[in-house]
């Protein structure tokens, strides 16, 4: 049987990483996987896209940054409202705070004395500005920095430093039972 997953991400970062960590895990489960920006798009578009996806009974995962939600219930609510009745709530991944966080959850201590940073145990309140702040000089851009990170990733690790990070591979785990 012919299996596709489809993993809808809010921006270039997000595609980033999940081109780089996530769907390689992926293709070991799906036929096909698909990564796809929705920040650009219009609400309209967004809605045919996962209205799509349900037409071909395909699987989905749909991720966006906490953001200034008051919590985790009110932001996964604000996305099922968007979208009803085209997302699901199982499907929807809230990231904690910003996909900055998990790329930083993913390295090990060792990674991060190498970039001369201070090591964060627990990356789920680390914002984009934080990301920056914490970025060496050597860096031409926070792009390199977020490359460099990818190079040493290890999504164990990143499972105890990002709840959401592991609710995601939880998650993941989850789906690819039921496929």
């Keep these: 049987m012919y299996r596709r997953m489809h993993v809808l991400v809010e921006g270039p970062d997000d595609r980033e990483f999940f081109d780089a960590v996530i769907r390689p895990m992926l293709r070991e489960r799906y036929n096909h996987v698909q990564v ?25 995962i749909f991720v966006g940054d906490f953001n200034t939600s008051p919590c985790l219930t009110a932001r996964r609510g604000h996305f099922l409202r968007c979208y009803e009745p085209m997302l699901d709530a199982g499907r929807i991944i809230v990231v904690r705070a910003e996909i900055e966080s998990w790329y930083l959850a993913g390295v090990d201590d060792q990674v991060y004395r190498d970039l001369g940073i201070p090591v964060v145990q ?23 920095f977020m490359a460099e990170l ?26 690819s039972e039921e496929v």
């Design 36 to 60: 796809w920006e929705y920040a650009g798009e219009t609400i309209d578009r967004r809605r045919d896209y996962l209205r799509s996806i349900r037409a071909m009974n395909a699987d989905y």
């Design 122 to 144: 627990h990356t789920d309140n680390v914002t984009k500005e934080d990301f920056e702040r914490l970025m060496p000089t050597r860096f031409d851009s926070v792009a390199d």
């Design 150 to 175: 990818l190079r040493g990733f290890r999504p164990d690790v990143a499972r105890t430093r990002n709840r959401s990070f592991c609710y995601l591979m939880d998650l993941l785990e989850a789906r």
